[in-house]
């Protein structure tokens, strides 16, 4: 079964750091890109970037660029996302899902940040 | 970048009845369009790519068409289970886009 499973939900005050996973199982991880959706309480769902494992390359969403940094480590088969000082307008669920012609399916169970002082 | 604009924003639906969603392009995205299905407290599941291929279990009773800037997402006859939050994908092109959403609730 293709599965990725994300890291726990997280609470961090501004200027913290935080990075979160997004570990693949069940498919040849290498093979399938990973992108990152952000969904803010009660809103719509936003594509802020896609990594290739096989060569690490990566596009961000303009919105996105700069605020955010995502990586992978293809030896655990597992994915990030990270800030480095958070803001309590990134308060929101970030999913992670698997990508083969830039659509989603399936996706992570999601990781709720929370941010706040 | 390419906005996705979805209509309705609500759709209040008896069950049984068929809902017909609407998701609109600002310029051209050909059929690179998908839909996705979101149950409160769940993450997003895919049900159509290429803007009228089902996804992998997903039930013949959700059908998608359109081409271009137009788009529609058609569900035969609503299920208890279908009322959920339904947005669309494009991904003819950088950045990818969604729309808004369009929540499906049952009247």
């Known amino acids: 079964e293709v599965q990725l499973v994300q890291s726990g939900a997280e609470a961090k005050k501004p200027g913290e750091s935080l990075k979160i996973s997004c570990k693949g199982s069940?498919?040849?991880?290498?093979?399938?890109?990973i992108g990152w959706v952000r969904q803010m309480p009660g809103k719509g769902l936003e594509w802020m970037g896609i990594?290739?494992?096989?060569?690490?390359?990566?596009r961000y969403s303009p919105s996105f660029q700069g605020q955010v940094t995502i990586s992978v480590d293809k030896s655990i088969s597992t994915a990030y996302l990270q800030w480095s000082s958070l803001k309590a307008s990134d308060t929101a669920i970030y999913y992670c899902?698997?990508?083969?012609?830039?659509?989603?399916?399936?996706w992570g169970q999601g990781t709720l940040v929370t941010v706040s002082s | 970048e390419i906005v996705m604009t979805q209509s309705p924003a609500t759709l209040s639906v008896f069950p049984g009845e068929r809902a017909t969603l609407s998701c609109r392009a600002s310029q051209s995205v050909s059929r690179y369009l998908a839909w996705y299905q979101q149950k409160p407290g769940q993450a997003p599941r895919l049900l159509i790519y290429g803007a009228s291929t089902r996804a992998t279990e997903i039930p013949a009773r959700f059908s998608g068409s359109g081409s271009g800037t137009e788009f529609t997402l058609t569900i035969s006859s609503l299920q208890s289970e279908d009322f959920a939050l339904y947005s669309c994908?494009?991904?003819?092109?950088?950045?990818?886009?969604f729309g808004q959403g369009t929540k499906v609730e049952i009247k």
């Open positions: 899902a698997r990508s083969a012609a830039n659509f989603f399916d399936p």
């Open positions: 990594i290739y494992p096989a060569d690490s390359d990566i």
């Open positions: 994908q494009q991904y003819n092109d950088w950045p990818l886009t």
């Open positions: 069940g498919y040849s991880f290498n093979n399938y890109r």
